[in-house]
């Protein structure tokens, strides 16, 4: 047994100092790549069927490691011990993580959620996920209970490439939950959710800690109709308090059927490795939806299925409950009996792909003092899986089951009037993991718009990962009759000037990308477009700039950009970031109307602010044209659904412009969910003019409505001169 002398200096790992030799990356782990690197030169070869595939060992731990909080208070949560003893038994805990050297661990009552994580984390050397969930009332640190910032945390190795995945909600209820805003005033539980890459392909990790509530089940009955009957309760009472029982058992068996129905819809068939503190049993109601999702108990199978993780009779740090003999409330004397049963509440289960033939050991662990002190409250558990016996089916560019979604329109656009249409999306119906993204749309104001879209692979199955090759097809005619604005040049065009005339623009491109890494794209590719400007007057304004405006231009463009792009998705991402550079080069007069170049950056930033999922989504941008004697409809253009919702299409045109964009996205009910945003925007004729000063600015609100595979939008946009209803697809960005 270690003293406490024997284990302070790991306190140097704990409070932010150099890792030293601690960093360095375990032989066993080096021997497990080397493994990698022998066995499987080729994984993508291993994914035409369902195969079986040698691996080596993976270690997962799972530790409840106490707050040591009381939570009763208001300002703050009672303590029940100092600060002295909480630091020593997250050494502990950090040091018998090294000793053990899991690959993956989840803990839960990580208190301060944040911080701490990322201290154990970085004193493993690890990378970390982790996500606040009981808060209180707080906007980040500050708030009340001001000792309150508990969640939940995964932790692996960094081989293993630990990403964010989502947080699923569980209880239901008023309230929020999230790492800068909190607001609730009750306990909230979720499953955080992270991928993985093992040898053989993506994985998914889920940890949660559920409702401590007692089980239900015939001991339970039994003791609390005794209390009842000693009490000489009235029937209806003793009724009152067995569906309390029942109550509390299926809450929690709801939040497992919820964390199933998400992982049924959003990990596919991706094994999956499901842990945490359930606060149920093994035999209980509430895991019994797991068994019959057909998961397996690693632990049971390991051989330490029958050791209890809640144990009072041995844990000192569970505290001591009420004695039963003093009177109290029936609900008091009940809890306190529980509150005594040793139990193991604490799980990691397997998906169906690691089961057949699989090696599997198990023990327990943070089960013995150092000194007299326990590491927790609950003991942990270790479950060592033999990775050679793996099943996975589907390549790691994994085909996706067939899928068409259609959507009739019916719209009305400030800018092109009452429309009518369809929307459909077809996705992998070659078998390729393709898709067909097809609009045909009409409106009373005589716009015409028909466009498809092909991408193969499909632009959200190849988000975040790496890919060879993609192909990207886009032919584009949206046809205005007769409602077309031209207000003029330069930012300071008036709107009192406005003309109308007929715009018909035709557009067709092809571009290869190439996923680098989960993060790097770069892109190449052609486009050719025609835009044809006709039914204005001869005395119109359009006269006075560059010809052709009085008829068609034409240009042939090489494409190419560069992207960093850590979106979690494509259609709707909830966090990450995307930094872009693009050039368009038109390099030969006698393919076009003139040469010309145009480059753009961007930079995009996602973030969740608090669950139910509310996003925070930014946009900034600059594009500029190279080259003279532009014609009106090649100008850069502000104003309008893509840019500055509220304005008009095109109201302000010129050489270059800049756009801004924030939107806060949160869920409403159903598929439907709201923005409210603020859009800017401005126009500049030469570099050396580019400020601060002179933008337009609209505010938006805007209806969402989640198809499977794309986003419908409607946005009502405020500008000083005219309010803009738009209907589109996508998010704006």
Known sequence: MPSLRSILWPLIFLSGMPQGSSGRQPAAWSRLEMHFR?????????????????????????????????????????????????????????????????????????????????????????????????????????????????????????????????????????????????????????????????????????????????????????????????????????????????????????????????????????????????????????????????????????????????????????????????????????????????????????????????????????????????????FGLVADLDLGQISVSKAVDRAVAPGVDVLPIISYDTDVGLGLGVKSFFLNELGMNESFDVLLFNSSKGERWYRLVFSMPDFELRQGTVYPLAIDVTIDYDKYVKNSSFFGVGNSSQFKDREMYSREPFEISLTFSRGLSTATVVQAGIRYRFIRNFGFSDTSRLRQYPPPNDGRVSSVGLLASFRHDTRDSYINPSRGLVLQGELEYVPDPSWSDGTAARMGAWFQYYTTLLYPKTILAARCGAQALMGSNFPVQTLLSIGGNQTLRGSPQDRFLDRIAGVANVELRFPLIWRFGMVAGLDAGRVWQDAEKVGIEGWHSNSVVGVRFFMDTFVVRADLGFGSETTGFYLNFGHLF
């Open 38 to 378: 022998e066995e499987l030169p080729n994984i993508s070869s291993l994914w035409d069927s369902s195969t079986v595939v040698t691996g080596p060992r993976l270690r997962i731990a799972t530790a409840n490691i106490w707050s040591g909080l009381t939570y009763e208070g208001t300002l703050s949560m009672g303590r029940i011990e100092s600060d002295e003893r909480l630091e020593v038994r997250r050494v502990l805990l950090v040091e018998e993580l090294r000793r053990r050297a899991p690959d993956i661990v989840l803990l839960q009552e990580v208190n301060p959620s944040s911080s701490l994580s990322r201290r154990i984390a970085d004193a493993l050397g690890y990378d970390v996920v982790a996500q606040r969930v009981q808060g209180g009332m707080k906007v980040g640190p500050i708030g009340i209970p001001t000792n309150l910032n508990e969640g939940i945390a995964i932790l692996a190795r960094k081989e293993l490439n630990l990403q964010p995945a989502d947080v699923w909600l569980l209880s239901t209820g008023f309230g929020a939950i999230g790492d800068d805003v909190s607001f609730h005033l009750r306990e909230e539980n979720i499953a955080l959710v992270a991928r993985i890459t093992l040898p053989t392909g993506r994985a998914y990790i889920i940890n949660t800690h559920l409702i401590a509530n007692p089980e239900d089940t015939e001991a339970s009955r039994e003791r609390l109709l005794r209390i009842c009957t000693d009490r000489a309760l009235p029937s209806e009472e003793t009724r009152n308090l067995l569906a309390q029982l029942a109550d509390g058992e299926q809450r929690r068996r709801h939040m497992v059927e919820r964390l199933l129905e998400r992982m049924r819809k959003e990990v596919g068939d991706d094994p999956v490795i499901l842990g945490g503190d359930l606060n149920a049993t093994p035999s209980s109601l509430t895991v019994s939806p797991i068994f019959a999702a057909g998961f397996v108990d690693a632990i049971a199978l390991g051989g330490a299925g029958e050791l209890p993780t809640w144990d009072p009779a041995v844990n000192t740090n569970i505290p001591s409950s009420p004695d039963a003999s003093l009177p109290s409330s029936p609900e008091a004397e009940f809890e306190a009996w529980y509150d005594l049963q040793a139990r193991r509440i604490d799980h990691i289960f397997l998906s169906r792909h690691f089961a057949k033939g699989m090696r599997i050991s198990a023990e327990r662990f943070l089960d013995r003092p150092a000194d007299s002190i326990f590491t927790s409250d609950h």
